[in-house]
């Protein structure tokens, strides 16, 4: 399978990804660009996004990014920074900026805009298997 196809099976069987409304806008070997909009469903009881909204774009970012690499990577460890509240209709583009692969392990961070606004910073670590991506 062509590496920068990989994300887009993998959204394809992601339901949750699929349920945030999340699209790829570009992919290559280690880079993936992804964006969505954050609805009313996403709001938390201050009436901004939850922070697991932005999270979990962001993880997606990662989690495409860390498997164009052609091997099942596996997220074992991650954070983030929230920078700046989030609010209904805001439309959101996270990107992984950083990668750097090792024998196994991968480190990744992701940048989520606004806009030209950095309103969150994503780091994430994966563990690459010997399982290879096929078509």
């Known amino acids: 399978m062509q590496k920068e196809k990989i994300p887009y099976k993998m959204l394809s069987q992601d339901a949750f ?54 091997k099942f990577a596996v997220s074992i460890e991650t954070s983030i920074n929230h920078i700046a509240a989030l609010e209904e209709g805001d439309y959101l583009v996270a990107q992984a900026i950083v990668d750097i692969q090792k024998t196994k392990l991968g480190f990744n961070v992701v940048e989520v805009k606004r806009g030209e606004e950095v309103v969150a910073l994503f780091k994430g670590v994966v563990y690459r298997t010997s399982k290879d991506w096929e078509e």
């Open 17 to 70: 990804s699929q349920w945030l409304g999340i699209e790829i806008l570009e992919c290559e070997v280690g880079r993936c660009k992804v964006a969505m909009t954050v609805r009313k469903e996403m709001l938390n009881s201050m009436y901004k996004a939850h922070g697991g909204i932005s999270y979990s774009l962001a993880d997606t970012a990662f989690g495409f990014a860390a498997n164009t690499h052609g």
